[in-house]
């Protein structure tokens, strides 16, 4: 609602923050509630810019944090199988302002 309410105003740039997003060993447990955050708060975003007419002027763009490798940090057990980084993999889309849909596949080498 925040957001929206400075978009109105005229802020030019918006960004927010999901704290404690970055689970390198509490993935399990943490990633489900993160997710849900996000996904709820977006499209909240998304529809509330939609009904108010400011979506077709304003662009949302989300990006993730890195994605994860397929090692595991510290020992591996049943709960702990935290991930590291992954430089190549960042998780990025947009919505409104002009952007079409458009699903693009990019593969390295």
Known sequence: MLARRL??????????YH?????????LA???????????ACYGLIQDLKQRGLLD????VWGGEFGRTIYSQGELTKDNY?????????????????AKARRCLRRNG
């Open 7 to 16: 978009v109105e105003r005229g802020v030019r740039f918006v960004q927010i």
């Open 82 to 98: 935290g991930r590291d980084h992954h430089p190549r993999c960042y998780t990025m889309w947009m919505a409104g302002g002009g």
């Open 19 to 27: 704290n404690n997003w970055d689970t390198h060993s509490t993935s």
């Open 30 to 40: 943490a990633c489900p509630y993160s997710a849900k955050d996000i996904d709820q």
């Open 57 to 60: 002027s304003t662009l949302v």
